[in-house]
């Protein structure tokens, strides 16, 4: 296990499998010292960096059970994830992190033992705690292999912060199950300071989220980079739009494979290692999963998922709401076209109905990102006497474009033209931000909020005809 620390400044420092070691061993053994061992819930907000890294490896020596957080997790949200889940000890900052000199314990546990507990990002109401058995780690070889194609002894860049599932999978495993040399970047995202250090650390796997694909490829120093180094590129958390993918494309030949995954199931599909991906299509189902659609709604087998969760902490009605007939309901829409392949639609809340037709809010937004303007984009429906719901769209422009009712005009008349004109936004607003949940999934429920307020709208009301 290795890792190439990078600073908000820049400055790398690799750290190899000794080192590291090492470092679990102390803080292991100081956890150990604090009472911590089998079954205790340990919270850990911590900056993504090597302390984050091996605070999560001992913790899971010790059979404790880590329940990661996001930064920008608020104190009163630390309180109440405490109370929720009785975590024993809380660790905020590196300086929170007990250290010792002393063995610690490494017990022989059942590997349905609890290992994990992750809280959902809230797109259904208050995030909920997904507990995940100690079995997730070796579990989680199938994505790891099949869909990002990890090698031993990669260069393996998931650029997920602390606390997103994501980061627990594809930032520590790699490292932990291959060997691999993970980069722990602490800087924030800045779309041409991406493209210099992937051209400087030339990962051999990168995993980012969409967005950051995206603003990357918008950027006006895209295409300047060498970034022959890598080999698997890959994206999950949202639809990746066919623009973006051929961008990367055209640009550096790098093909950039979705997936599709929840917090309580880890990875489900995707474009696998080897498949050509069709531009906008999530790819297939996991090697050996089986889905189905029920209604539109993607639902799974989870005996056939291997990193499928044990069910919500403390709440079996949450949890059997979910499960039906032996499937598990993800809440996410989908189609599958005749090669088997799976396009997102949007939550089940978020589909738009409009005289008859059903608009996934994901065609909307690939629509008007593929104009020059756009930065990016979410789609809406809001209720309309006529129609029953209308298309609206939140855009956020590129830096330096200017919303005016001619550009409004412009990018309804984009999207008519280059996808079926039922699904064009008959109401657009440009807004400086789209308001996100903390693992970074847009919040159309906020967007309809704002827009059903007269207050909260900045942009012409609905048009109609």
């Known amino acids: 296990m290795r890792a190439l620390a990078v600073s908000a400044a820049g400055e790398e420092h690799h750290l190899s499998d000794p080192q590291l070691a ?9 956890l150990h010292e604090r009472g911590i061992g089998p079954g205790d819930v340990v919270l850990v907000r911590l900056p993504k960096g090597p302390e984050w890294l091996c605070t999560m490896r001992a913790i899971f020596r010790l059979g404790a059970v880590a329940l990661p957080c996001v930064e920008q997790v608020t104190d009163a949200e630390v309180a109440e994830r405490v109370a929720t889940t009785g975590a024993r000890l809380v660790l905020l900052t590196a300086d929170d992190i007990p250290l010792a000199a002393g063995p610690a314990p490494a017990p022989d546990l059942d590997p349905d033992a609890p290992g ?3 809280f959902t990002s809230g797109t259904e109401g208050r995030p909920k705690a997904a507990v995940h058995p100690r079995r997730y780690l070796e579990a989680n070889r199938l994505q790891l292999e099949r869909w990002m194609g990890v090698r031993r002894h990669d260069r393996v860049w998931c650029t997920a912060a602390p606390g997103w599932s994501k980061s627990v ?11 691999c040399e993970t980069v722990l970047h602490a800087g924030r995202f800045v779309a041409a300071e991406r493209l210099d250090l992937l051209a400087r650390l030339q990962p051999q796997v990168l995993c980012m989220s969409p967005t950051e694909y995206r603003l990357c490829a918008k950027a006006p120093t895209f295409g300047d980079h060498d970034l022959g180094g ?14 973006t993918l051929g961008r990367w494309r ?3 030949g790098i093909t950039v494979r979705d997936g599709y995954g929840q917090t309580e199931c880890g990875a489900v599909t995707g474009v696998l290692v080897g498949e050509e991906p069709v531009p906008g299509s999530m790819g297939h189902a996991m090697p050996g999963v089986q889905l189905e659609i029920v209604g539109g709604e993607l639902c799974l087998r989870p005996e056939t998922l291997p990193t499928f969760f044990s069910g919500y902490l403390d709440d079996a009605a949450a949890t059997a709401a ?11 829409m989908v189609d599958r076209d005749a090669g088997g392949r799976l396009w997102y639609q949007g939550r089940a809340d978020d589909v738009i109905s409009s005289s008859g037709y059903r ?16 930065l990016e984009a979410a789609a809406v429906g809001l209720p309309d006497p006529d129609r029953g719901e209308i298309v609206h769209a939140d855009v956020v422009l590129q830096p330096g474009r200017v919303g005016t009712d001619e550009l409004r005009r412009e990018l309804q008349e984009h999207a008519r033209t280059v996808t079926a004109p039922y699904k064009y936004p008959r109401s657009l607003r440009f807004v400086d931000h789209l308001p996100r949940t903390l693992t970074g999934k847009v919040r159309r429920g906020v967007i309809r909020a704002t827009m059903a307020d007269p207050g909260g709208r900045t942009s012409d009301p609905p048009e109609s005809g």
């Open 116 to 118: 994990f507990l992750i």
């Open 22 to 30: 090492e470092l679990t061993r102390r803080i292991a053994a100081g």
């Open 230 to 243: 890598i080999r698997e590129a890959v994206a999950a958390g949202e639809a990746l739009d066919a623009a």
């Open 250 to 252: 055209e640009a550096y």
């Open 322 to 332: 979910k499960l039906e007939g032996g499937l598990w309901h993800t809440g996410d």
């Open 359 to 374: 608009i996934g809010p994901a065609e909307v937004e690939s629509a008007l990102a593929s104009h020059a303007a756009v």
């Open 169 to 179: 999978r594809n930032v520590w495993f790699p490292a932990e199950l291959y060997d």
